[in-house]
């Protein structure tokens, strides 16, 4: 009797990880397909079991991207998506924009999360080249685990594009 009901345990977990392997196959897809109409080629992989017991563990640390795997899979696309435009802007403020410093004079959280990220409000005191200085407010996505590092008074490499001075990217923190 208890091999019995012991292989019909086994083979409806079997089933059910071949079901799940098979949707996740499905939204790998779509996510890449929506990656490549972007321009990115992003593959995602089916997790090991250590991943999946490590994601785990992580989204007990970590209610906001606890929430954000919980939302819809269409929903959590969308503020992919809106991270990865976040992302794009940030690199292209890198990449072609003017070196500044900055000095964050405030933060407040916004309630906003994007894919389990929190959404600030920055105060900016920023410093360009030529010694300028002025203020600004910037929008910040960060982990809850990297807030501190932009508590107010911290100093930062900044950019700022030349032909909107309020575009202003904050990135690693002066020593």
Same mark, same amino acid.
């Given at each position: 009797m208890f091999k019995k009901i012991r292989d019909k345990i086994n083979d409806a977990t079997q089933q059910g990880m071949a079901r799940g392997a098979q949707d996740f196959q499905r939204h790998a897809e %779509?996510?890449? %397909?929506?990656?490549? *109409?972007? +321009?990115?080629d992003i593959t995602p992989q089916l997790p090991t079991p250590q991943l999946a017991a490590q994601a785990f563990r992580n989204m007990n640390a970590d209610p906001d991207m606890a929430a954000f795997l919980a939302l819809p899979m269409e929903e959590q696309l969308r503020q992919q998506q809106e991270l990865q435009a976040y992302g794009t802007e940030l690199r292209r403020l890198y990449d072609t924009c003017e070196p500044a =410093? &900055?000095? #964050?004079?405030? &933060? $407040?959280?916004? +309630?906003?999360? #994007?894919a389990g990220q929190a959404q600030y409000t920055a =105060?900016? $005191?920023?410093?360009?080249?030529? +010694? =300028?200085?002025y203020?600004?407010? *910037? %929008?910040l996505i960060t982990p809850l685990a990297t807030i501190q590092q932009y508590a107010p008074g911290t100093r930062h490499e900044a950019r700022v594009d030349p032909a909107d001075p309020a575009k202003v990217a904050v990135f690693g923190p002066i020593g």
């Open positions: %779509q996510f890449r %397909q929506a990656a490549a *109409a972007q +321009g990115h =410093t &900055l000095v #964050i004079r405030g &933060l $407040e959280p916004t +309630g906003r999360k #994007i =105060t900016l $005191e920023v410093t360009r080249t030529d +010694g =300028t200085t203020r600004t407010v *910037a %929008q």
